[in-house]
């Protein structure tokens, strides 16, 4: 199972404040709360509010699930079609790297439930008091996906790239995304450094001066640090850099679309968790929280659980299994979770505050 406990990293609200923010038009924010309709309803704040006749629901996810959540929305909409007297359901969706989407979200963009990359995302959203339910409470302790880090190479795999210390290697060029706006880079940059700290990739374990220095030659050979894991990964299929720093799912994805680059599965990497949570203050000014939460529910079961697997997005939730692998999953050599070094609270002062490691080595200090 999914650990419960909070990750709420203070320092990193750094983040949320100094990425660039790329709001929707004011029309859209309108439509999502249209409608008529004679119910009125409570909403959780008190008040009272008229359900639209036709529910939007103002979806927004970072960059990589477009498509399994492409085939998972219009499943939910069916259902709910079904068993709700053939009412309709929209969805606006909305794309981008992960912690400029929750920026979006506290500058005033409603969305009514949120997909993200990792939890402390979504805890800034609930730190703005947008989110005002314990949104870890939810099965899986909120997250519905999971995946891996691994290394989206050339074809033959040219510069012979194995583990965290190739990629620190002289004349190597890597395509990593932007830690201020994606949570994809996060787990990147984490993984390296959990990997390290565990004496892989060159470095002895419980070498944090050694993990250091692997992280920082890693970034100085980044060629590239685009806005989402999306953009990232689009950009090494155009021909771009030796290796992609990616989620499994994402070469999964590309080969299913045709693409030729293998995924390298380094030994040692960091088991990425994805939650899902409804915005309290959204659904309920949009009243259409029965279905926002109907659908972060729909998203818990079975079913979705299997569309998820079909395109590379859930290894088993818990660890031990994730790491047995199975099926289009690869077994792991070492694989862990963020609490095994203290959680996102830690790691991101570590690694992206201010004076963080990886900060520091991006600017150049």
């Given amino acids: 199972m999914f650990s419960l406990s909070r990750r709420r990293p203070r320092a990193f609200a750094r983040w949320a404040r100094t990425v660039a923010l790329a709001l929707v038009p004011a029309a859209a924010l309108a439509a999502c709360s249209s409608g008529s309709g004679d119910d009125v309803r409570s909403s959780a704040a008190g008040g009272q509010c008229t359900p639209p006749d036709v529910p939007v629901i103002n979806f927004t996810a970072y960059s990589t699930p477009r498509e399994v959540y492409g085939k998972i929305i219009p499943e939910f909409v069916s259902q709910w079609k079904e068993d709700h007297d053939d009412q309709n359901v929209i969805f606006q969706e909305s794309y981008a790297g992960s912690t400029t989407q929750a920026a979006n979200v506290i500058a005033g963009y409603e969305a009514d439930v949120v997909a993200l990359s990792l939890g402390p995302d979504v805890d800034q959203i609930a730190d703005a008091d ?66 390290a700290l565990n004496g892989y990739g060159g470095v002895a374990e419980g070498d944090e001066a050694g993990a250091t220095e692997l992280l920082q030659a890693m970034l100085g050979n980044v060629i590239v640090f685009d806005k989402s894991a999306r953009d990232s990964i689009q950009n090494f299929e155009a ?20 693409e030729e680059n293998p995924a390298v599965y ?6 990425i968790e994805n939650p899902v949570a409804v915005v309290d203050a959204n659904v309920d000014k949009h009243c259409v929280r029965d279905v926002a939460e109907a659908f972060v529910e729909f998203l818990h079961t079975p079913e979705v659980k299997e569309l998820y697997t079909e395109v590379g997005f859930l290894r088993s939730t818990d660890i031990k299994e994730a790491k047995k692998g199975g099926g289009q999953f690869p077994p792991m050599e070492d694989l862990w979770d963020v609490d095994e070094f203290g959680g996102w609270d830690a790691l991101n002062e570590q690694l992206f505050s201010d004076s963080g490691i990886a900060t520091t080595a991006i600017a150049g200090g």
Avoid: C
């Fill in 130 to 195: 947008l989110i005002t339910h314990d949104w870890e409470a939810a099965a899986d302790g909120g997250m519905v996906s999971t995946s891996v880090v691994v290394f989206g190479v050339r074809p033959g795999n040219p510069k012979g790239l194995e583990d965290w210390d190739d990629l620190a290697a002289e004349g190597v060029e890597i395509l990593t995304p932007d830690p201020a706006s994606s949570g994809g880079a996060r787990w990147n940059i984490v993984s390296l450094w959990g990997s």
């Fill in 239 to 258: 021909g771009n850099g030796d290796v992609a720093i990616t989620y499994e799912n994402e070469v999964l994805t590309a080969q299913a679309a045709g």
């Fill in 266 to 271: 380094p030994p040692s990497s960091v088991l």
